[in-house]
Nanobody, 122 residues
């Protein structure tokens, strides 16, 4: 059974940066696409960004392109989300995700962990 533990959230001011981390259990981590999903308060979940198993292909929602970056460390079964120039509308609970492809992460928005809350004040 896959498990995920997200960390790194907190309260920041607009314009600041934050890096989230997520450890995902499972021997197949190195072959999975990995990424991040978020759920703003009172809203539905949305895809944030993801990279394929090699890290060479990435996809991001338009609202975070150029500001957010997903990376991975296969030796540590860890996926990161670097968030720069944060905006109040980035406030959400952030969850990590993994699947066989980036497109499946985008389609299914499936996650396993409790998420980590990011609050951006104006």
């Amino acid at each position: 059974q896959v498990q995920a533990v997200e960390s790194g959230g907190g309260l920041v001011q607009a314009g600041e940066s934050l890096t989230l981390s997520c450890v995902i259990t499972g021997n197949a981590f190195g072959s999975w696409a990995v990424g991040w999903i978020r759920q703003p308060p009172g809203k539905s979940r949305e895809f944030v960004g993801a990279i394929d198993w090699s890290g060479e292909f990435a996809d991001y929602v338009a609202s975070v392109k150029g500001r957010f970056s997903v990376s991975r460390d296969n030796a540590k079964n860890t996926v990161y989300l670097r968030m720069n120039s944060l905006k109040p509308e980035d406030t959400a609970v952030y969850y990590c995700a993994a699947d066989t492809s980036v497109n499946l992460i985008k389609r299914d928005l499936e996650t396993w962990g409790q998420g980590t809350l990011v609050t951006v004040s104006s």
